[in-house]
């Protein structure tokens, strides 16, 4: 057995991990640092609660888990300040001496991690499992009969689960084949007949079994719904393929149905792959890399061993702390509050943004820079604001912008106040559903702006290619290029200019003249299919606005037709 030096390479990974964490530690005074943990510490145990005790999930299993990870990181941060004792989270006050200690495992961060536990031990006798997401169990059989039942606890100490061990089908009660003495440790989890991880992620499969595990009473068709998956023998032969032979003689043979051999990070990644993305019957959040052999069962600790990692899919949902609550503000005046996040990964997606819908949503939720949102992916691709878990103590200021400054009629000009907007009616104008002006991004209209070019909507029709040749980063090419482009914007027919401005596109294509369009009142307008007279109301708002009116003087001065 190879119980592997710590190589140079992993010193290295270890004290960039160090120093990130200590990059990652609040900037808090030790008051603040007190009062935040101490209320994440109460919201824990308030979950802690409903899960173990209740059979409830007031949170997802994933958020769950990396709440118990900040509050640790914190504590590190911030010692003297720690809430104690942190023990009773993880179900520790159970009475019931485990067999063999329940080890738990160490999560590895990412491949490059793997590869380099996996190189310590030259890729030899490694196995791979999928770890199936349930709750720990430890059994003990005497002369074939189970005899005892253990929660993982505190990996000592644990709940006596033998009552509703015996009312739970998957659990042999009887093993035949088997030595005087045996000591299984696997997960109970939640049957899930083709359950797909990349489509349905976790499902709160964890809390299920905990739930169903901390009632007072088992019933028999919550029962039948728990399977077990053993994935290890700490009393079994010393070899891996003895212990795969012995428990296909006991009949558990999921075990060796899911445990491979391999050799190289490719292989790991490729069974990775396909529990993640094929059916399973029970829900997985990640790999096991197991060494074959490894220290006799009597030296385990309460304590991830060096001869096992995790390497845990990347999560459905996330924590993810505030770091700042941006507005953005668009062309018809809508007001978004955008979440600046802690960077946190979903799938194969790194989330640092998400919008949080509407300003009012914002205003009921009050989320301030410090508070920990639960992130999730919508369709797979898009991150989503799913909840606040919980708000830091101390409030943070934030001034969103005047709701009354902006509405569909507002900043035609650069203005105080008026910079998004405005900035958002030029893109707008020049994008697929105006103008079309090729080569005209976000960023190029930002240029002109900030070289004091563009100060009303259609200063940009009069730019000379000298003049854009003055803007940083454009160059005299490039300057032609879009001068001429300017230059050509004239000639776009009526409809698709009424368009630019902001005139919804079925109404521009009714008329080709601004006098009739502008002389029209609502009756006029409701008269048209498909007009109601909300619709109206607007279109005759925007017809008698005296900007509108302002850029309409303007494109009749400049030739453009209809105006």
């Known amino acids: 057995m190879r119980t592997g030096k710590i190589s140079p390479l992993m010193v290295l990974v270890m004290l960039a991990v160090g120093s990130a964490r200590a990059a990652d530690c609040p900037a808090w005074s030790p008051a603040q640092a007190r009062q935040e943990m101490l209320a994440l510490h109460d919201r824990l145990d308030r979950w802690n609660h409903a899960y173990r005790v209740s059979g409830q999930s007031p949170v997802d299993d994933a958020v769950y888990d990396q709440a118990k990870q900040r509050l640790a990181q914190w504590a590190t941060c911030f010692p003297a300040q720690a809430p104690t004792p942190l023990a009773h989270l993880a179900d520790a006050g159970g009475a019931a001496s485990s067999p063999v200690a329940q080890t738990g495992l160490a999560k590895l961060p990412d491949a490059a991690a793997l590869a380099a536990w996996m190189l310590q031990r030259d890729g030899h006798d490694l196995w791979v499992q999928p770890k199936a997401d349930g709750v720990a169990v430890t059994l003990l059989y005497m002369d074939g009969q189970l005899r005892q039942a253990t929660s993982r606890g505190d990996g000592l100490h644990g709940s006596d689960w033998l009552a509703k061990a015996q009312l739970i089908e998957a659990i042999p009660k009887q093993l035949s084949h088997a030595p005087a003495r045996v000591v299984l440790q696997g997960e109970l989890y939640w049957r899930l007949p083709g359950h797909v991880q990349a489509d349905e992620g976790g499902a709160n499969a964890r809390s299920a079994v905990a739930g169903a595990l901390a009632r007072d009473v088992l019933d028999a068709d919550t029962a039948a719904q728990i399977g077990l998956f053993v994935w290890d023998w700490p009393s079994g032969p010393a070899g891996m393929e003895a212990r795969l032979a012995g428990l296909r003689a006991m009949g558990l043979t999921d075990s060796v149905t899911y445990t491979h051999a391999v050799t190289s990070l490719d292989q790991v990644q490729r069974w990775r792959e396909q529990w993640y993305r094929q059916a399973m019957p029970f829900a997985a959040d990640g790999t096991v890399v197991r060494q074959g052999h490894r220290p006799p069962a009597t030296s385990w600790r309460a304590a991830p061993p060096e001869w096992a990692v995790a390497w845990k899919y990347p999560a459905a949902s996330a924590l993810a702390q505030v770091l700042a609550v941006d507005f953005t503000v668009g062309r018809s005046g809508r007001i978004t509050p955008v979440l600046e996040l802690e960077p946190v990964q979903l799938d194969d997606h790194r989330v640092q943004r998400v919008s949080v819908g509407s300003l009012k949503r914002w205003q009921e939720l009050d989320i301030r820079p410090g508070d920990q949102v639960e992130v999730v992916l919508a369709g797979l691709t898009i991150p989503r604001l799913r909840s606040v878990v919980w708000r830091t103590q101390q409030r943070a200021p934030v001034s969103p912008p005047d709701q009354r400054q902006h509405g569909p009629l507002s900043c035609w000009q650069l203005t105080a106040g008026c910079e998004q907007q405005f900035r958002a009616r030029l893109v707008w104008l020049g994008g697929r559903q105006g103008l079309q002006l090729e080569g005209l991004g976000e960023d190029t209209w930002q240029a002109l702006i900030d070289a004091g070019l563009v100060h009303d909507l259609l200063d940009w029709m ?102």
């Open 462 to 563: 009069r730019l000379t290619p000298a003049q854009l040749a003055t803007v940083p980063g454009l160059g005299r090419v490039r300057a032609t290029t879009i001068a001429h482009v300017f230059s050509t914007a004239r000639e776009r027919p009526y409809p698709r200019w009424l368009r630019a401005l902001g005139l919804p596109d079925g109404v521009a294509n009714e008329m080709s003249d601004w006098q009739a369009m502008s002389a029209r009142v609502a009756s006029d307008w409701e008269a048209l299919d498909g007009i109601g007279a909300g619709r109206a109301n607007q279109l005759v708002a925007f017809f008698h606005c005296a900007q509108v009116r302002s850029q309409a003087v303007r494109l009749h001065a400049e030739g453009v037709q209809g105006f």
